[in-house]
């Protein structure tokens, strides 16, 4: 399954997006606001780079410089388990981009409105076979 922004966002145990909701709980993880003392821009819309350490099929073939994606959101997503984040991106803090369990992964960012960084994405994912 890939899930893309919600998508990435239901996983969750909960969301406290517009009120305490319970999300699907296939992570270990919450959905929260970004903080408003934080003094960044919300929502965080436009291109962000991603940081990933460990090789994943889902970002086979992009280079280091080429990881920049499109992203669209006012809550992040904060894992209790580091091994279930995939990648990163820095907005005024670290926040989870990506996630991986089983034969589950999305992604916080838009790979459709990545252009080319986005399209490699969903081909991988389409390739992948857990």
């Not at 580091?82 to 926040?95: S, W």
Request: glycine share 6%; proline share 5%; with cysteine.
């Amino acid at each position: 399954m890939l899930g893309i922004c919600l998508g990435l966002q239901i996983l969750a145990r909960s969301s406290e997006e517009h009120g305490f909701h319970q999300g699907l709980g296939w992570l270990d993880a919450e959905v929260v606001e970004f903080a408003p003392q934080m003094k960044i821009k919300i929502p965080h819309i436009g291109w962000n780079e991603i940081d990933y350490e460990d090789p994943t099929p889902l970002f086979q073939g992009l280079r280091k410089q080429e990881r920049t994606f499109y992203f669209v959101h006012s809550f992040h997503m904060r894992c209790d388990h580091r091994e279930d984040i995939l990648a990163t991106c820095r907005y005024g803090i670290d926040f989870t981009a990506a996630v991986h369990r089983n034969n589950v992964v999305a992604t916080q960012f838009h790979p459709e409105k990545s252009q080319d960084n986005g399209i490699q994405v969903l081909r991988n994912f389409l390739r992948w076979n857990p």
